[in-house]
């Protein structure tokens, strides 16, 4: 099954950037499961010269904590990714948000093609929604090690939350 996922994902050749979602980041600093197999699919495509800019965007917590800084910091750290060739949105406290501040950064920085990276139960509803908020976009499932433990609570919120964001949010 992850092969297949991994030749769906090659369907298209590049991108100008891809665009990683946030996810739990612990106060130590470490990356969830979630996050941090999101992280690799990136780099990944950022390495096979796929994509030219990495585009972090999450919240930051009430302590301060950053989920697109530490992403930042994890690629620059794990694969040498440039800080020229990453943006950060900290506002991206829902896939909503993500999107529309993502429209933003594409239009400052002259940017028109984009692969998104999360988890496979997650990449319908984001396509919907960037693409309703004006940034074309390719999903891209990351590469999940092994089950996510609350794989099927990410399950039932996506089956509830796609058609309230197909019927209510425009």
């Known amino acids: 099954v992850r092969e297949r996922r991994r ?34 699919r990136a780099i ?9 800019y990495l585009i972090y965007t999450g919240g930051v917590d009430a302590s301060n904590l950053s989920e697109p800084a530490t992403m930042r910091a994890y690629a620059e750290r794990e694969a040498g990714v440039p800080r020229h060739a990453s943006f950060l949105d900290e506002a991206g406290n829902n896939t909503y948000l993500s999107a529309v501040n993502c429209r933003e950064i594409a239009r400052k920085h002259d940017l028109s093609s984009f692969f ?55």
């Open 116 to 170: 998104v990276v999360s988890q496979y139960f997650h990449n319908a509803r984001i396509k919907m929604i960037f693409e309703r908020s004006g940034v074309q976009c390719y999903t891209v499932p990351a590469n999940d090690g092994q089950p996510l433990a609350r794989n099927r609570f990410f399950l039932f919120r996506e089956a509830v939350a796609f058609p309230y964001y197909l019927l209510f949010r425009h």
């Open 44 to 52: 990944e495509l950022w390495k096979q010269n796929k994509v030219k």
């Open 7 to 40: 030749r769906d994902a090659a369907v298209v050749e590049e991108a100008a950037a891809v665009i990683v979602l946030g996810a739990k980041v612990y106060p130590s600093g470490k990356l969830s499961n979630a996050l941090q197999y999101r992280m690799n």
